[in-house]
């Protein structure tokens, strides 16, 4: 039995199909917690940082009134807490609740799992030149954006 050589869907369109790819994965996983994928954005950014609420709407792309009923609305369920800035009172981080880290912990867990299945058809030698040229192209980004891609800071 011969195999078909693989089909060239051309950057954009290859890029624009693993991400839908992707997103429906993530969003799927996320609702196992009833999570929207906005939802399962805050908790993904508030793994790793405690950011104020200017610094969240730059992390999540959105402005600051959206951020705002986000986190409102997070913080009912139980998922995060404002805490006061130790530098200045008027300002408010937003850190995960034990809660909100299990949830975290459990839609990664999950997470993790789907994406191995989706590069699972990969060698281990494509499955890091893909982390490699994805880390790539998104710490390029980071960079023109000023947005850290790895927190270099220590959680306040």
Same mark, same amino acid.
């Given at each position: 039995?011969?195999?078909?050589?693989?089909?060239?869907?051309?950057?954009?369109?290859?890029?624009?199909?693993?991400?839908?790819?992707?997103?429906?994965?993530?969003?799927?996983?996320?609702?196992?917690?009833?999570?929207?994928?906005?939802?399962?954005?805050?908790?993904?950014?508030? $793994? &790793?940082?405690?950011?104020?609420? =200017?610094? !969240? #709407? *730059?992390?999540?792309?959105?402005?600051?009134?959206?951020? +705002? @009923?986000?986190?409102?609305?997070?913080?009912?369920?139980?998922?995060?807490?404002?805490?006061?800035?130790?530098?200045?009172?008027?300002?408010?981080h937003v850190r995960l609740t034990t809660a909100g880290r299990d949830v975290v912990d459990r839609v990664t867990?999950?997470?993790?799992?789907?994406?191995?299945?989706?590069?699972?058809?990969?060698? $281990? &030698?494509?499955?890091?030149?893909? =982390?490699? !040229? #994805? *880390?790539?192209?998104?710490?390029?980004?980071?960079?023109? +954006? @000023?947005?850290?891609?790895?927190?270099?800071?220590?959680?306040?």
């Open positions: 039995m011969t195999t078909a050589p693989d089909p060239d869907l051309g950057i954009v369109d290859a890029l624009a199909q693993l991400s839908f790819l992707v997103q429906n994965t993530l969003a799927r996983t996320a609702d196992a917690d009833d999570l929207s994928l906005v939802q399962t954005r805050l908790l993904g950014v508030l $793994r &790793d940082r405690e950011p104020g609420m =200017r610094e !969240l #709407a *730059t992390l999540l792309d959105l402005d600051k009134s959206s951020v +705002t @009923g986000l986190v409102d609305r997070a913080e009912r369920r139980g998922l995060v807490q404002r805490v006061p800035s130790r530098e200045d009172r008027r300002m408010a867990a999950a997470f993790d799992q789907e994406v191995e299945n989706i590069v699972a058809p990969l060698g $281990r &030698d494509d499955r890091d030149a893909l =982390r490699r !040229l #994805a *880390t790539r192209v998104l710490a390029a980004r980071a960079e023109t +954006t @000023g947005v850290e891609l790895v927190p270099t800071a220590p959680r306040p």
